[in-house]
């Protein structure tokens, strides 16, 4: 059986100051072990308001989590790469959609899911539990 193997607020050590001797930023918030071509992913998890900029003149729905996602890979993309890790935003808001990294996590999540499961409904599991728990928190 083939499944996923992950570890929830993991450690990486590229994401510390040698010269501190200090993480700078957070731990990966889920380390997914060999994601992609046998290299880790770094999975940053971030939920934001979908109404961030509600009184902006420009306001676009969705736009809340694009542009947090944007931001995050801006920050944290390059030092896992450097660091033979690929690193995934995984950002949602608060009413249940997701940006486009995070739905492409899930559909592969979701096929592993699918391909050890026999029932027909564990095709949608994963993103039945997402939306559940992001409902729930």
């Known amino acids: 059986m083939i499944g ?3 570890k929830k607020e ?5 994401l510390t100051d040698p010269l501190e001797g200090r993480s700078t930023l ?6 997914v072990f060999g994601w992609e071509g046998g290299k880790h992913a770094c999975v940053d998890l971030t939920g934001v308001s979908p ?3 509600l009184r902006d ?9 694009t542009k947090t996602e944007a931001a995050k890979v801006a920050k944290h993309e390059k030092a896992c790469i450097e660091n033979q890790h690929v690193f995934v935003s ?9 940006a486009p990294d995070a739905v492409r996590f899930l559909k592969r999540v979701q096929q592993v899911v699918s391909s050890n499961t026999a029932h027909v409904e564990g095709q949608n599991f994963v993103f039945s539990r997402v939306g559940f728990a992001i409902q729930k928190g």
Do not use: M
């Open 57 to 65: 003149h420009r306001f676009v729905a969705g736009q809340a989590i």
């Open 90 to 98: 995984f950002a949602f808001d608060t009413l249940g959609a997701l």
């Open 51 to 53: 109404l961030v900029g």
């Open 26 to 31: 957070r731990p990966a918030d889920i380390l």
């Open 4 to 6: 996923i193997s992950a």
């Open 10 to 14: 993991a450690p990486v050590n590229f």
